[in-house]
């Protein structure tokens, strides 16, 4: 069974039963990357385009490992070795990419909606939306949801505290719309300079308390502080900022006793998270990582199947 | 060429007139208005069944020229300003170079006068430069031509300038447009701050930027009395100030454009750069406000902010497109279907807000069909109907929201100084 859409542009339009059959699939995908010999031939003779105009290091290389594991082709594209530092436009860029025939796109940028416009320009080639300027990241909320599943066997229920620089993280927002779907109980934290207007439309409670925030949590996910935009006097000081919602043992001890500690990274060790907890036995930061290459080979697995019964 | 108007609705807000009457216009004049005779040698005119009212008139237009000609020239800008129904425009100083002395004021008029379509009415930047810091030569400028001043897109932020500003213009008793924001609080925004800015993650500009700066204006207004307009209002507060100060009986006036009251943020939903402008498209509450304020009289003018752009500065994604749309070509088929035929406003009020008060604002002495006026006539057809096909524009540019709509009531024939510019009357 394919997903319903061509595309993973996002969490909002993403209907809760293509969230159960990415998570389903991703588990029976994790099997092979435990293997001695990584691949299948799944998806042998499919092209797989990284289009990445953001530096990334984790999102592209768990997209190319997704790809290799299933055998298909995958090309990086990035933005400083490419035609992108010339001048090229998006839909420019879009267009030649097209002509080559891929199968799928796979594309960060710094601007919301790029994968949009891609998508209305690339034709049959489905689009995966790896990063958006500050609006969804959706691979990234669905490895969440299956290191969460995994760990406490639901989500639905569960306290799940998303904790820091929520106004410009796209995690936060795909995050926060994939736990609501599946009925989980969120909770919104950081200073109020860094929660954008009306965040609770998203389904969750707001507070600038951490200790409320952590207070019988669940899951705690702590997000990345920025730190290039601290001249922007949304904080007055690290060491403020860490004394208010940086993540420690004395806090942590809010939470309840089997509480898992979850980062997108890359981590700021002694910024938003003491190196002790994310180190620490309660962390599940790495397993994470490891589900993400599952996740992501399911998503290639289903679209590509999409494509296959929508050609028939 | 003498021209009668024959069997038209008249509507003329200025001598308080709204009956049929045949126009007669004579020498670039309107020479008679009543029951009229064809005589020998008179171009008759049949518009039984349609409205006949002193030219419209848009104080807010971009024309690009000089500088950005790839994006619109004077002489586009006037095709669509008169296939839009206008005879008159007032158009901004942010060209390349800014019009912020005599002879780029009279390079305009020259260019205007070539293409003798439209009368063209400059607006005078108030800084060098649009630079914010030194005052432009607004003497010499208004002694060209020019008939307001304004540093429209790059809004004057330093209150000490902005005073200076106001009370030198007292010398010449022209307006300041101004465009209100205050860009600190704005920040490089690209959308209306608020539940869709953050929904959709783009960086917001919240309505508090606009109605600071409305409020400065309204204050340094009642220090310097001067007349002060406030350009694309768009945001409730912003007009609630402007309501305010007029009950005060200071000199405060505003404009509004069609999208402003026609389309809200839920639109950027589709991250389609056609919706990016600046002030940006605001909430349905804001919305619902501006089309009170249209009907209540608070609002005194309608006016497009015509802001042609090239598609190469519009298909880039959301945040990376240039700001504007255009507007001169849909303005009166948008009020014709929304306003006037939803009875939000009579014919009257959009002739006193689309030529009357815009004529007083700008000290045109235009905006009337009283006899030994200009002869400048806009017709309207309240029937006719039009699907909106920016394909097909008379202007250059093809950035408008409302392509593919269909709408009802266009502009038929337009007149300027006793000429016909534009008939599409079958």
Redesign the interface.
Do not use: C, K, N, W
């Given at each position: 069974m394919p997903l319903s859409g061509k595309n993973l542009l996002g969490i909002?339009g993403l209907p809760v039963s293509d969230i159960r059959l990415i998570l389903n699939s991703a588990r029976s995908f994790r099997e092979i990357s435990a293997r001695a010999i990584k691949k299948v031939p799944t998806l042998r003779g499919r092209t797989v385009i990284n289009l990445f105009y953001e530096p990334s290091t984790r999102t592209r290389s768990s997209f190319e490992i997704a790809a290799k594991r299933l055998s298909a082709d995958s090309l990086n594209f990035s933005a400083s070795s490419s035609s992108v530092s010339k001048g090229e436009?998006?839909?420019d860029t879009a267009l030649n990419l097209q002509s080559m025939r891929p199968d799928i796109i796979i594309i960060r940028?710094k601007?919301?909606?790029?994968p949009?416009?891609l998508a209305k320009h690339c034709g049959d080639c489905a689009v995966i939306n790896a990063g958006?300027?500050?609006?969804?990241h959706p691979t990234q909320a669905l490895l969440d949801a299956l290191t969460i599943e995994d760990k406490k066997g639901r989500l639905e229920g569960l306290k799940v505290s998303i904790i820091g620089d929520i106004t410009h993280s796209?995690v936060a927002?795909s995050n926060a719309l994939l736990l609501k779907k599946m009925g989980a109980d969120v909770w919104i934290c950081g200073p109020p300079t860094l929660i954008?207007?009306?965040?609770e439309?998203y389904g969750g409670t707001v507070t600038y308390d951490m200790l409320e925030a952590l207070s019988g949590a669940d899951v705690v996910m702590m997000l990345r502080t920025q730190l290039e935009r601290q001249q922007e006097v949304f904080y007055p000081s690290v060491k403020e900022y860490f004394s208010l919602y940086g993540l420690n043992r004395k806090k942590l001890s809010a939470a309840k006793k089997d509480v898992i500690v979850m980062h997108p990274g890359p981590i700021n060790r002694g910024v938003e998270i003491d190196p002790e907890i994310a180190d620490g036995d309660l962390s599940v930061i790495l397993e994470q990582v490891t589900n993400g290459v599952a996740v992501r080979m399911a998503i290639l697995y289903l679209l590509l199947g999409a494509s296959e019964e929508g050609s028939k | 060429m003498t021209i009668l108007l024959k069997g038209g609705e008249v509507v003329d807000p200025a001598q308080d007139l709204k009956k049929k009457a045949d126009v007669l216009l004579e020498k670039g004049r309107v020479a008679k208005l009543g029951r009229i005779a064809a005589q020998e040698g008179w171009r008759v005119v049949n518009v039984s069944g349609m409205y006949v009212m002193p030219g419209l008139i848009d104080m807010h237009v971009h024309l690009r020229e000089p500088g950005q000609e790839y994006k619109e020239t004077i002489e586009t800008g006037s095709r669509a300003a008169v296939a839009g129904g206008f005879t008159s425009i007032a158009c901004m100083p942010n060209t390349e170079p800014v019009n912020d002395c005599e002879a780029i004021t009279r390079y305009i008029l020259e260019k205007a006068r070539q293409a003798n379509l439209v009368n063209i009415h400059p607006v005078g930047a108030i800084t060098k430069g649009l630079n914010g810091k030194e005052l432009a030569e607004i003497g010499e400028m208004v002694r060209t031509g020019a008939v307001a001043i304004s540093d429209d897109g790059k809004p004057v932020q330093n209150n000490q300038i902005m005073r200076r500003a106001m009370e030198y213009s007292r010398i010449f008793d022209v307006p300041v447009l101004d465009h209100c924001e205050d860009c600190d609080l704005a920040a490089h925004g690209v959308m209306n701050?608020?539940?869709i800015?953050?929904?959709?993650?783009?960086?917001?500009m919240h309505a508090v930027a606009e109605e600071l700066q409305v409020v400065r204006d309204i204050m340094l207004s009642r220090l310097t009395g001067t007349r002060v307009h406030i350009c694309h209002i768009s945001c409730e507060e912003a007009l609630n100030a402007v309501r305010e100060a007029k009950a005060k009986g200071l000199r405060v006036t505003c404009e509004v454009a069609p999208h402003h009251f026609m389309l809200t943020d839920e639109n950027v939903r589709t991250?389609n750069p056609d919706y990016r402008m600046n002030p940006p498209l605001r909430t349905g509450r804001d919305v619902e406000a501006m089309i009170s304020g249209l009907a209540d009289g608070s609002i005194d003018c309608i006016a497009t902010d015509h802001a042609p752009h090239a598609r190469?500065d519009k298909?880039?994604?959301?945040?990376?497109a240039a700001n504007g749309v255009i507007g001169l070509e849909t303005s009166v088929p948008l009020v014709w279907e929304h306003l006037v035929r939803k009875e939000v406003i009579s014919v009257s009020r959009m002739v006193e807000l689309m030529s009357l008060n815009p004529s007083r604002i700008l000290g045109l002495d235009r905006g009337t069909l009283k006899v030994g006026s200009v002869a400048d006539v806009t017709v309207i057809d309240p029937e006719k109907e039009i699907t909106v096909d920016a394909s097909q524009f008379e202007s250059k540019a093809r950035n408008c929201p409302f392509d593919g709509w269909q709408l009802r009531g266009a502009p038929v024939l337009t007149i300027v100084k006793g000429r016909v510019v534009w008939n599409r009357l079958s």
């Open positions: 909002a436009t998006l839909i940028h601007a919301a909606g790029a949009h416009l958006d300027g500050m609006h969804e796209r927002r954008p207007i009306d965040f439309q | 701050e608020g539940t800015s953050t929904e959709v993650g783009l960086r917001g991250y190469i298909d880039l994604t959301f945040e990376d």
